[in-house]
């Protein structure tokens, strides 16, 4: 199976959600946009590869320095997301939780952190 219809539609693809995140780290969108834009990119697309057949896997292995930036905001930033309400409780506390004003700080940090793979 394909997702992407060719090796310049993953590169798009890949071009148009970098900005969104370089955006919310700059302030230009806020986080309910940049939820909205982003789409949870990493999972929808499937970036892991396991709905990819060979070809497409390999192509996801030649880019994936700028596909880990998605896994990790996926994993360790968006998929700890809760309320703001939330994120003063101690149980969210002691489990990781994040709201929304510590996403953006961590998306921030993410950003700054990519500067030796520019986005």
């Known amino acids: 199976m394909k997702i ?17 995140v370089v955006s919310c780290a700059q302030g230009e969108i806020d986080l309910n946009q940049f939820l909205t834009e982003y789409d949870n990119f990493y999972f929808r697309f499937a970036l892991d590869g396991h709905e990819s057949d060979e070809e497409e896997k390999a192509l996801l292995s030649k880019y994936a320095s700028r596909i880990t930036l998605h896994e990790v905001l996926a994993n360790e930033i968006l998929g700890k ?12 506390i002691k489990s990781g939780r994040l709201g929304p004003f510590q996403v953006v700080q961590a998306i921030q940090g993410l950003v700054k952190g990519a500067h030796n793979n520019p986005l």
């Open 4 to 20: 992407f219809k060719s090796e310049q539609d993953l590169i798009e693809k890949l071009e148009a959600h970098e900005g969104f």
């Open 81 to 92: 997301l809760c309320s703001e309400n939330d994120a003063q409780k101690q149980s969210f």
